[in-house]
């Protein structure tokens, strides 16, 4: 399988004719070679519209589309500070790192962590191990955070690590809706803003979703 010609494919038929608008998202989509951070076992799928699995353990991805869409959402630009939580093997970290961004990704998977800082060393992502839910409290708040897979709810903590005009970007349902909401969601005032309506892998550690309602 030729997967540069099948990465020209993707962004060319799937983000571009879809509102993924971000010149620099476009070209970091065009440069990463998205085949490496999913399973070997899967490559044939890395371009497809559709989640591939990270490893056999049941974490998988969001599909090429809702990355760009989510992070065309955070309006990534140079030297920003940004959260990605979820962060798997590091594709959107990578794709973020592109743009110039200061990344730090978050996984709660030792392995997948490990697998995501070699993949990422050239784009100087930051990597912690550590519950999802929990987010990255220490040090300065961020001025975007990408949640990579679907929660219950978002945690009021979560949103606290935003600086006031920052802004998160997630898909938000149960794993039993017929659909699920992404939204762009505002630091400071929090205010909600609907993305597009989608279905997306649940992220470990937000099943308490209740309590972390708006």
């Not at 353990?57 to 990355?67: E, I, K, N, V, Y």
């Amino acid at each position: 399988m030729d997967h540069t010609q099948a990465r020209i494919n993707m962004v060319k038929s799937q983000a571009v004719p879809n509102m993924v608008r971000d010149p620099a998202l476009l070209a970091g989509m065009m440069r990463v070679p998205r085949e490496e951070f999913v399973a070997p076992s899967h490559r044939e799928l890395a371009y497809m519209d559709t989640p591939v699995p990270w490893n056999d353990a049941g974490r998988h991805s969001l599909t090429p589309l809702q990355a760009g869409w989510l992070i065309d959402a955070l309006g990534v630009t140079n030297g920003k500070r940004v959260l990605v939580i979820g962060a798997g093997s590091g594709y959107e970290a990578a794709l973020i790192g592109t743009m110039g961004a200061q990344v730090h990704a978050l996984e709660s998977d030792p392995a997948l962590a490990e697998r995501g800082a070699a993949l990422t060393d050239r784009e100087r992502v930051t990597w912690k191990v550590g519950p999802l839910a929990d987010g990255w409290p220490e040090g300065e708040k961020f001025d975007a955070i990408l949640l990579c897979g679907a929660v219950p709810a978002i945690p009021y903590h979560l949103l606290g690590q935003l600086r006031p005009d920052g802004v998160l970007a997630g898909i938000v349902g149960n794993a039993d809706d017929v659909a699920m909401n992404a939204k762009r969601i505002h630091g400071g005032s929090f205010r909600q803003e609907p993305l597009f309506d989608t279905m997306a892998p649940l992220l470990p550690g937000f099943e308490t979703g209740e309590a972390f309602r708006l």
